[in-house]
């Protein structure tokens, strides 16, 4: 399988162009994943843009590969959001990282009432950063023509208030299955709670702007762990699998 990169000089590389992958992304090709000349790769600048091409020169400050064929991969019609709760450790981390992998199409920090994690002020900025560079990494080692963009933190207001997508409510404690539960037309978003759960309020408080509650099975799963089952279960039920 060829080794892929993101760079934003891919934007407007075409057939017979030389892009050049410089700083961290030629550190990392050549020093970490030690490509060769004549190695074949894939570029993409993480909006669509599907590059292949050959490794001419590889060094720690410099890559160069010749590109020899270009497409433009389609952003999914139907989008799927996570609304991640912060929790401890990293167990969030996990989750976006895991859920990047399998699909997703961006990614909402949520600070729920009981998030142990608290993202205020700068540490808002540097968590945010932290999150969109798992997203990055993650989106390369899964080959993705489109990164996922990680958004401004939102507080649960902020989340119920976003009528204009669906939202399902990962909840153990409903009846409503995920594999059976009505899915209407449009983007969706999946709302994964802390490590405490989410708190009856704020259940009520997404429900009465229209959310739907769904189960995964019978266990209770980890914060770190729902979020990529249940975009499991939609890939499938969505056709995207």
């Not at 892009?19 to 030629?26: C, D, I, N, P």
């Not at 270009?70 to 989008?79: K, Q």
């Not at 299955?177 to 708190?199: K, Q």
């Not at 770190?224 to 249940?230: F, I, K, L, V």
Request: with cysteine; proline share 4%; hydrophobic share 45%.
């Amino acid at each position: 399988m060829a080794l892929h990169f993101v760079d934003d000089s891919a934007a407007g590389a075409v057939a017979g162009d030389v892009v050049a992958l410089t700083g961290s992304e030629a550190h990392h090709a050549a020093s970490v994943r030690r490509v060769r000349t004549g190695e074949a790769v894939t570029l993409t600048d993480g909006r669509g843009a599907w590059l292949r091409g050959a490794v001419v020169a590889a060094d720690p400050k410099r890559v160069e590969i010749r590109i020899d064929a270009r497409e433009e991969r389609s952003a999914p019609g139907r989008r799927v959001l996570l609304a991640q709760a912060l929790a401890k450790g990293d167990r969030d981390e996990l989750a976006v990282q895991a859920a990047t992998e399998l699909g997703i199409d961006g990614i909402v920090p949520w600070q729920a009432d009981r998030s142990v994690s608290r993202w205020q002020g700068a540490k808002a900025d540097k968590g945010r950063a932290r999150w969109q560079s798992i997203v990055r990494e993650a989106a390369k080692q899964a080959h993705r023509a489109w990164i996922p963009e990680v958004e401004a933190p939102v507080s649960t207001n902020e989340l119920a208030a976003r009528t204009g997508t669906t939202c399902v409510v990962l909840d153990p404690w409903t009846d409503a299955a995920v594999t059976s539960v009505d899915l209407p037309a449009g983007d969706l978003m999946l709302v994964v709670g802390p490590e405490g759960g989410i708190a009856p309020e704020e259940i009520e408080r997404l429900t009465g702007a229209g959310a739907l509650r769904a189960r995964l099975g019978d266990s209770v799963l980890r914060t770190s762990t729902a979020g990529p089952a249940a975009i499991a279960v939609l890939n499938a039920r969505l056709g995207r699998w």
